[in-house]
């Protein structure tokens, strides 16, 4: 609460949570309930065990954002904290075709954005409220692997930009750039074999609480909000660095590719195969031939029982 004392008072302010079941928007929800917020989730999954009531709806679903919107602000009587939580990550490589995999991120990521944000626009005109985007890390520092994730998170910040400007001086618009949070929104990118751990490092979830928190109740609004430390300085140097970080990553990817972390994943392949690792796994069988052939071939079948 010491944190929640300098700012606002969030003691009954109206809230909408999207993706209000999941790991950041429950945990979200159940804090700000706690402090004395009126607050109402949306999800398509609703558990039914959520500290704060939560309503079914599909933000890929023009109807249905239009009903849950109307029926959450009915019940909440107006809005004056939009917080556009929902999203979904999974792998999706840049060298390919897009297919349903990078359709389905950008129309739950970005268009389901933009759909519960325009439903909930006048409330907010009205009660001169709050939007805060909880984007990505990757929508200014892009990871290979993931150019869906990355590419919905960052046209999401674009979106917020362009609504901000049309909003204000009525509505504040935030950004929120966490990390990488555990949780289940990682598992379809881990069973391709394509995880980015090494890559990019786990945060605890109570400082994306907090940065959310803050973005929605700063005495001014906040552009850009990071999570950590270290995240501030990774949007510095990839905002004003950004050929740094490139090199960075580039370097990293390769090392990992390299070493084995991307074996056996079909989507992969290419990062793989430019990264030199078939080259010198032949060479070194071929060194390894030459060796048992050779004048140290004794001490070759030497290294070999030892």
Known sequence: MTLLNRRQDPRGRRVLI?????????????????AGAHVLGLDLRPTGDEPFPVLRCDVTDDDAVTTAVGEALETLGGLDVLVN?????????AEHAPGAEVRRQLEINLLGTWRTT?????????????VVMVTSRMAVMQLPLAAAYGASKRAMVAYADALRLELAPHVGVSCVYPSAVRSPIHDSTKAAGLSLEGMSVYEPLEGVLDAITGAAFSTRPRR????TRKGAVEFFLARHLPALTDRIVTRTLHARAAAGAFDGAELAAGVVARSGR????????RNGR??????SGRSGRN????
Not at 224 to 227: G, H, I, L, N
Not at 278 to 285: D, I, K, L, V
């Open 18 to 34: 999207t993706g209000a079941s999941g790991t950041i928007g429950r945990a979200l929800g159940a804090r700000l309930t706690a």
């Open 85 to 93: 939580n929902a999203g979904t990550g999974g792998p999706a490589p």
């Open 118 to 130: 325009a439903a909930c626009v006048d409330a907010l005109v009205t009660a001169r409220g709050r």
């Open 224 to 227: 850009d909000v990071t999570t």
């Open 278 to 285: 078939s080259t010198r796994s032949g060479r070194s069988a």
């Open 290 to 295: 030459s060796g048992r052939s050779g004048r």
């Open 303 to 306: 290294r070999g029982t030892e």
